[in-house]
């Protein structure tokens, strides 16, 4: 099971220009063949799967816990992507005034024809994210070895699409996942060491970028968030601290577990936009539910 909260990890900037082909680029982060839908549901699917698990029990609490993670991630990706699309046509209920005319010259139509302006689970080019995208081979060895692909792919690609954005609200979510994702490079790193023996984590960093190299990167590092590996449950997962431990390989700082959740922010809410019919429900009265709010004593607010 999960427990879902109504927040992000961190605090997204309002982009003060925002750009329908920004956030197609950053697209690629949410429903590409690395992006944080392919790490979210491999992860899942591996913990499922997990045979042995009493065993093996330390590798399957640290893929869960980071499986966990995974979740949020997507969620701010797809977060920055519709921050960078609000606003980004005429607002208005006129269609004869052709309010979706600039969508045209964009890169990824989809954004204004098949959503609300908002994100949806496909790549930069418009490639809807599929299920072939899940490798879970059942071999242990294998799995992390993988997984530990997937998230170096990953980081190059949030490095990349770094290098195409200028805006504060893609590049400081890029520079928390560049932390973020560092840490899950280097934990499976550990992990396949504490399987095989092998030092992993000499390889690190791939790519050879230090996140040094990235401002929006440095306050997340202060924060020591390349430190902690947060489990993501109230009571479980706790053994993933068996492989989460020692130095860290960039810093040589101690690498912890810590049990729950990433402390979050309030979700920016979202403009309307009306000449998409997003939401579409400009009849609705919230005084419908005011009465009721009280009797139940819900802080109800519109």
Known sequence: MILKMDQLPIELPVPNNPSANNAAAVQELLGGKFGEMSTLMNYTFQSFNFRGRKKLRPFYDLICSIAGEEYGHVEVVAYTTNLLLSGTSKRGFD?????LASAVDVRNTSHFIASGQSALPMDSMGRFWTGENVFSSGNLKL???HNFFLECGARANKMRVYEMVDTPTARTMVGY?????????VAYAKALEKLTGVEVTKLLPIPNLSNDAFPEAKKFMDEKMHLKLYTFSQNDYKQAGLIWNGPHPDDGQECVVVEGAIPGYTPPDLDEEPQLNAPGAEDFDPQVFSDMA?????????
């Open 95 to 99: 269609p004869t005034t052709t309010p």
């Open 143 to 145: 799995d992390l070895l």
């Open 177 to 185: 996942l560049l932390v973020r994702g560092g840490l899950h490079v």
């Open 294 to 302: 009280k009797k139940m004593g819900i802080d109800y607010k519109y």
